[in-house]
């Protein structure tokens, strides 16, 4: 059974220190490899996918890397800012498209 | 990004009586759309499979008699929560994967139920 953890499970940052999240997977044999933003009793929000094939994916202040022979992924946000303040959710696609999610990372970022 | 809409957003219903969640794809047409649970302060956990035309695959420990999904079209899926219990109290949450191969998936807002 697909195992998803991520480190830490809370993180506070001054307004404009970059972000460092940690995901980590038992199982290498993935699909994709998907984060989402999660706002205080809202849905989910994609932020990247990064398929299989890849390494990592950028958008914006976003990046994140993808190594599955480590069973790792990373997210970095550049520069946070208060807006940025959320959990961050990290899921692991496998091959019949159901996901299994890590518990969390969630962020504040002081102003 | 597609578009996946959930309905309703909230709903509070007594307990015993049955309640029906909706999950649309607005753009696009789903042929396979998830139904997740969270807890307070806990991650999503898979409930079920909804495949259009055909009967949900449940995950272990889910009980298909009490979660009652219908998935009549590409382009909709209902959860029906029966006989609610305080303890069915969760954040309802159901994807659908988009067009193409990434096999990105996109998600509804989420339904909050409250059983009392």
């Known amino acids: 059974k697909q195992e998803v953890t991520q480190i830490p499970a809370a993180l506070s940052v001054p307004e404009g220190e970059n972000l460092v999240l940690n995901c980590s997977f038992t199982d290498s044999a993935i699909y994709n490899l998907q984060w989402f933003r999660q706002d205080p009793g809202k849905g989910l929000t994609s932020l990247l996918l990064?398929?299989?094939?890849?390494r990592e994916q950028t958008s914006g202040r976003l990046n994140a890397s993808l190594d599955k022979s480590s069973g790792r992924s990373t997210l970095y946000i550049a520069a946070s800012q208060p807006g940025d303040s959320a959990t961050y959710l990290c899921a692991v696609i496998l091959n019949d498209y159901k996901l299994s999610f890590g518990a969390g990372t969630t962020v504040t970022v002081r102003a | 990004g597609a578009v996946v809409s959930q309905h309703p957003s909230w709903v509070i219903c007594k307990s015993g009586t049955s309640v029906k969640i909706e999950c649309r794809s607005l753009d696009f047409q789903a042929t396979t759309m998830f139904w997740y649970r969270q807890f307070p302060k806990q991650s999503l956990m898979l409930m079920a499979t909804?495949?259009?035309?055909?009967?949900?695959?449940?995950e272990q420990g889910v009980e298909k008699d009490k979660f009652l999904i219908n998935h009549a079209s590409l382009t909709l899926s209902t959860l029906t929560v029966t006989s609610a219990h305080p303890e069915d109290s969760s954040f309802y949450i159901c994807?659908?994967?988009?067009?193409?191969?990434?096999?990105?998936?996109?998600f509804g807002e989420g339904s909050r139920l409250t059983v009392l």
């Open positions: 990064i398929q299989s094939s890849q």
């Open positions: 994807s659908a994967q988009g067009k193409g191969n990434t096999g990105e998936l996109f």
């Open positions: 909804s495949n259009e035309g055909s009967k949900a695959t449940y």
